[in-house]
């Protein structure tokens, strides 16, 4: 049963469309999801790539998951990672740390192709400002539950018997989920809150069909079933309810207004630490914030 369906707001970039559908003024959270992008697929031209340039985040993890493409992540305390499909990049911000995300020079000469998600969580109570932290975590650590026709990567936290390595700061659950025509999946009904997202294919939720980059929220408790009338992908996603808000202002999140205001002035002023190898270019606080939690 579906509770609640969120539609996606289309950025285009140019070279590759950015669907959000977290945060959204009917709903911030699901699970500690509190923000979710899905972008591309894109493909471009020899000699372009992405650049996402030096920029910073408190009181939040980021979680990176590609389906096509290669990024090279940089962040303030040093990592230097590749990241490819199937393989996750959890970065916590903490008291606050930078990053830049940038196609991989190898690829510039070919022309990068890129697809895939990105997701914030907002920390919990007690370790909004833990000291930051990266850690990639490769595929062979992210078990794949196979069925007949179906096959379920577990990104963070436990499903049907299986747990993924990837630290979650709150209970949290994180799938790739991938059909053959006429297959279906149950998907576990243990956390809290739980949402789907279909990327490819066609497919339904108990009978509705799925429109591609919608967040379906799926009602509490309920046992749902994933059916797929054509070779499709899903991402599955949720966990614990947070029993305290948590506001969304640009790069930022936090239970406090107050610490929100904080972080900009200490990014306008510079006072965060710069990415060794990518310190000449960072992104400036906007004029206008348009990642914000309502109200």
């Given at each position: 049963?579906?509770e609640?369906?969120l539609t996606?707001?289309t950025?285009?970039l140019g070279?590759?469309?950015?669907?959000r559908?977290?945060?959204?003024?009917?709903?911030t959270?699901?699970?500690?999801?509190i923000?979710?992008?899905?972008f591309?697929?894109a493909?471009?031209?020899?000699?372009?790539?992405?650049?996402?340039?030096?920029?910073?985040?408190?009181?939040?993890?980021?979680?990176?998951?590609?389906?096509d493409?290669?990024?090279?992540?940089?962040?303030s305390?040093?990592?230097?990672?590749?990241?490819?499909?199937g393989a996750?990049?959890?970065?916590?911000a903490?008291?606050?740390?930078v990053?830049s995300e940038r196609?991989?020079a190898?690829?510039?000469?070919q022309?990068?192709?890129f697809?895939?998600?990105?997701?914030?969580?907002?920390?919990?109570?007690?370790?909004?400002?833990?000291d930051?932290?990266?850690?990639?975590?490769?595929?062979?650590s992210l078990p794949l539950?196979?069925?007949e026709g179906?096959?379920?990567?577990?990104l963070?936290?436990?499903?049907w018997?299986?747990?993924?390595?990837?630290t979650?700061?709150s209970?949290?659950i994180y799938?790739?989920l991938?059909?053959d025509?006429?297959?279906?999946?149950?998907i576990?009904?243990?956390?809290?809150?739980?949402a789907?997202m279909?990327?490819?294919?066609?497919?339904?939720?108990?009978?509705?069909?799925?429109?591609?980059?919608?967040l379906?929220?799926?009602?509490?408790?309920?046992?749902?079933?994933?059916?797929?009338?054509?070779p499709?992908?899903a991402?599955?996603?949720?966990?614990?309810a947070?029993?305290?808000?948590?506001?969304v202002?640009?790069?930022?999140?936090?239970?406090?207004?107050d610490?929100?205001?904080?972080a900009?002035?200490?990014?306008?002023?510079r006072?965060?630490?710069?990415?060794?190898?990518?310190e000449?270019?960072?992104?400036?606080?906007?004029?206008?914030?348009r990642t914000?939690?309502?109200?």
């Open positions: 049963m579906i609640q369906t996606p707001v950025h285009d070279a590759f469309k950015v669907r559908v977290l945060p959204a003024r009917e709903r959270m699901v699970g500690p999801f923000f979710v992008d899905e591309g697929p493909q471009m031209a020899a000699g372009e790539g992405m650049d996402v340039r030096p920029h910073p985040h408190i009181n939040l993890a980021t979680v990176t998951y590609l389906f493409g290669a990024i090279q992540h940089k962040d305390l040093g990592n230097d990672q590749r990241i490819e499909p996750i990049n959890l970065m916590t903490g008291k606050g740390i990053h196609s991989p190898d690829t510039r000469r022309g990068p192709s697809y895939g998600m990105q997701t914030w969580l907002a920390l919990p109570d007690g370790k909004e400002e833990v930051p932290a990266f850690e990639h975590v490769p595929s062979g539950v196979e069925g179906v096959s379920a990567r577990v963070m936290g436990t499903m018997g299986a747990t993924a390595a990837t979650c700061h209970p949290t799938a790739d991938l059909l025509a006429g297959t279906s999946l149950a576990d009904a243990e956390a809290d809150e739980r789907i279909v990327t490819a294919g066609e497919a339904e939720v108990d009978g509705q069909r799925l429109e591609h980059f919608t379906y929220v799926l009602a509490p408790g309920h046992r749902a079933t994933l059916k797929a009338s054509s499709s992908r991402m599955l996603l949720g966990g614990e947070f029993a305290t808000r948590r506001h202002y640009w790069n930022f999140v936090s239970s406090s207004k610490r929100l205001q904080q900009k002035e200490d990014w306008i002023k006072r965060f630490p710069l990415v060794p190898g990518d000449q270019e960072f992104i400036p606080f906007p004029e206008v914030v914000v939690s309502y109200p």
